[in-house]
């Protein structure tokens, strides 16, 4: 997006730790915590004048005129850090910025901590730490729950509470009666269903900060926040207990409420043949054994655009996963196919590639402009751009085989085909399936004689698979 020159801006929480470090030892694998923090970074500006309050807890107060304020509960700080994101052969740089959860000098208890009492006299400091603490923390218990949607919330809020500060600080004298501006100056992309409580907390700023009505507030957000579904899977699609998101966000919990009772009055008002699907669709399961907040449904409803990365995924979002949806919002759905930084994943990693690619097309601008490999193909049957080729390939996978066996002690063929998927452990990333097909095609080769074996391709399978001891097994 820098290279692009597009004015955007990437919003995270600055984690102390990441999933784990691997170490493979001669029992299996060993994880260690993995401190993101333990080394200075020069790229990291901290912002102490781009502080926000952050509340969690407390309870939803109704003044006489009817408007509703959330009070009470316990309030941290998102305190700025901005790393800048330079642009290849630009003068752009656009900045990366990632909230670190505090607490104030108020919030410790000097008197506590002096007579004694030092885990008393600064919890709220101490849950502070907590939010970014550790990148997905365990989700098993009730209190890891709570910790990764303080997290989704955390993320959510700062981060619009800062696009809106800028927005307003660019229109000082304006922003009053003009907030239907606002989705022509603020695009708000959701990947997954993690940001999801933007679309609440978006419509809480608007109406108990700013004074916005209902229907102001929701043509807003609607034209702001746009989702992007990468998988279809169950654990993509999060389901929040109605009764943790009531405890820690009750107004968002009003505000998703309202939702969703306006969107089924809507379908049952102007989609009479859709009566009997409506349960499915609902932003709220009420199942009265586990009450839960829908996020996808959530998303769907709420975005004006809803996008797949790939076409077979997009197909599916629009056959399968939200079918009913989309005949009620046919022009929402659309793909946008995930590709690479051809900079990062091409240039720098094959630099011995790269050089071959720039020299038959002449010039080096695929490298920001990947339609310009089109340029390639009138060479498909030149045998010296074939030679060049087969030799940039060999000599990658010659520097892979000494890795390896500097690392494992074991050779490889670098001639040989290099099978590899590196993926994390788990059922739908199918390594199981994988080795059994390595188990397969060793049976096979078994089985033929001398001379059939002479014709198969050697092949080199290589599994190379962190295993989270959080993931539970089927």
Known sequence: MATLNLPSWGYGLRYRYGLFKQRIAKEGQEEIAEDWLDKFSPWEIVRHDVVYPIRFFGHVEISPDGRRKWAAGEVLNALAYDVPIP?????????????????????FNLFQFNDGQYESAAQ??????????????????????????????????????????????RKPDRVSGKWSEFPSKVAVQMNDTHPTLAIPELMRLLMDEEGLGWDEAWDVTNKTVAYTNHTVLPEALEKWSQAVMRKLLPRHMEIIEEIDKRFREMVISTR??????IESMRVLDNNPQKPVVRMANLCVVAAHTVNGVAELHSNILKEELFADYLSIWPKKFQNKTNGITPRRWLRFCNPELSE????????????????????????????????????????????????VLDVTGVTIDPNSLFD????????????????????????????????????????TVMNVNPAMALVDWC
Request: charge should be positive; charged fraction near 35%.
């Open 356 to 403: 071959i690619v720039t020299k038959w097309l002449k010039t080096d601008k695929w490298t920001s402009n990947l339609d310009l490999l089109t340029g390639l193909r009138k060479f498909a049957d030149d045998e010296k751009l074939h030679a060049e080729w087969a030799a940039a390939k060999l000599a990658s996978k010659k520097r892979l085989a000494k890795h």
């Open 87 to 107: 642009g290849y052969k630009t003068k752009n740089a656009i900045s990366l910025r990632l909230w670190d959860a505090k607490a104030t000098a108020a919030d």
């Open 420 to 459: 590899i998927q590196i993926k994390r452990i788990h059922e739908y990333k199918r390594q199981l399936l994988n080795i059994l097909g390595a188990v397969y095609r060793y049976k096979k080769l078994k089985e033929m004689s001398a001379e059939e074996r002479q014709k198969v391709t050697p092949r």
């Open 272 to 277: 009479k043949d859709m009566e009997g699907k």
């Open 124 to 169: 709220l400091h101490s849950r502070a730490q907590q939010i970014c603490a550790v990148l997905y923390p365990g989700d098993a218990t009730e209190e890891g729950k709570l910790l990764r949607l303080k997290q989704q919330y955390f993320l959510c809020s700062a981060s619009l509470q800062d696009i809106i500060f800028r927005f307003k600080e």
